[in-house]
């Protein structure tokens, strides 16, 4: 991919977008970054999502985050229980998707969009 001034501008409006979304309603990486890496930016899904996996891997949250604990909104134990798991979770599926077929991927990919839509849509308490 090129980078040309439209495109820089295009990818800081993503990340604003994520950033704000993820601080906001906990989205970002997934529901946004991938998809508009995909469809805007014209990256394959695997590249998609190993580009939003290395953005997450910096410290990109820690500023949400601390704005959250400042307010007593974080559960830690929570959180180093899931980082921990989702680091073993992260090596496991990378290993596996790498392997995949990339119109898998992609299908596996909506399918996991649509069943939580349905579910935050329909079924949420």
């Not at 309603?25 to 394959?44: D, K, M, S």
């Not at 830690?76 to 991927?105: P, R």
């Not at 299908?107 to 069943?115: D, E, L, V, Y």
Request: charged share 10%; no cysteine; aromatic share 8%.
């Amino acid at each position: 991919m090129e980078m040309t001034t439209g495109t820089i501008l295009g990818l800081l409006a993503v990340g604003l977008a994520a950033g704000f979304l993820s601080s906001l309603v906990g989205i970002g990486g997934g529901i946004v970054i991938v998809p508009a890496l995909v469809l805007i930016f014209g990256l394959g899904q695997k590249e998609a999502q190993g580009t939003s996996l290395a953005l997450l891997s910096m410290p990109v949250a820690l500023v949400a985050a601390f704005n959250y604990h400042k307010a007593g909104q974080v559960n830690w134990k929570i959180a180093l229980i899931l980082a921990v798991t989702f680091v073993v979770g992260g090596f496991v599926g990378s290993k596996l998707v790498l392997g995949l077929d990339t119109g898998l991927v992609k299908k596996i990919f909506a399918i996991g969009m649509i069943a939580i839509a349905i579910k935050y849509l329909f079924f949420d308490k």
